[in-house]
């Protein structure tokens, strides 16, 4: 049987970058080459590898499904290969390419990343926070937790957390009212929106109140603007369970009402397909999920003892 010779690595480099725009000409830039050249190393895989890598229709490409399977096998092969030439450098730490949503980023991982590496002395985490992730990162990365629904293709998950969400104030922001607050003391101007105002669109009707706009107030477009704006005393926020614990157990933020909704997301912990979940990484995944079950049953008590105070 003949075998099929190895494509030339640079050409797969090339590609990598061209499937990821389906592109020529970005993927030049992105390479600081011309399009021309990103063109002939494309046609050069292909007649290595001996079928089209993309559809050309007129001025446009699209990746073929032979192409997209051979773009999936060289971001995991490159993927694994830094990793073994980072893990063969016993000079440096070895690096772990992490991705999230700024905000779990800030507000969750990074109070307890430290003691990950001091327990992992030859570990360091690289981060990349976006403003939001809501599927898997197109950039190149080991590790990523996505808030979404999941049914990704073209990557491995599996669920980190589940999430409820609820209305936060400042401890003093009710105080005038000189009783507990219910949800129909709010108006329109003390709401605080994060990206979207479907949240309190949704606590408003769960409470029948539709007297006024739940679309006014204030829109932010970060979750740890949101939190800090509340605990200013500028108006409420919708909290949830992962982004909002630093508020309450500091006692900058409370819960002032009963009512909480479970959210149609959650946090996922995201691998890429090709990418062999073992050595570091490993290690890595299983301290995450140990800190999310820690974090979950930490929300337990904190809900039992709520719920007793509410009582008194």
Sequence with gaps: ?????????????????????????????????????????????EDSLGQPLFIRQHKNIALSP???????????????????????????????TFVADADFIQLWLLQRLFAFELENAGVRISLTGEVAVSDPPETDYQCAVVWGSGGWQGCKFELLFTNRLFPVAAPEFFEHLGRPPRMSDLNKDMLIHDRTTSLWSSFLAAEGLTDFDPSAGRVYNQTSFCLEAAAQGMGVTIGDEVSTRPYLETGRLICPFATRLASPHAYYLV???????????????????????????????????HESQRQK
């Design 271 to 305: 691998f890429p397909a090709n990418l062999s979940v073992d050595g570091t990484l490993a290690i890595f995944a299983d301290w995450l999920k140990a800190e999310a079950r820690a974090h979950r049953e930490w929300y337990t008590d904190f809900w039992t003892r």
């Design 1 to 45: 049987m003949m075998r099929r010779k190895m494509p030339n690595l640079n050409a797969l480099r090339v590609f990598k970058v061209a499937a990821r725009h389906e592109n020529f000409t970005r993927a030049g830039e992105e390479l600081g080459i011309s399009q021309s050249a990103v063109s002939k190393h494309i046609a050069h895989l």
């Design 66 to 96: 032979f192409g997209r399977e051979v773009a999936l096998a060289a971001s995991g092969a490159f993927t694994q290969l830094m990793q073994r030439l980072t893990s063969i450098n016993t000079g440096k730490p070895q690096q772990i």
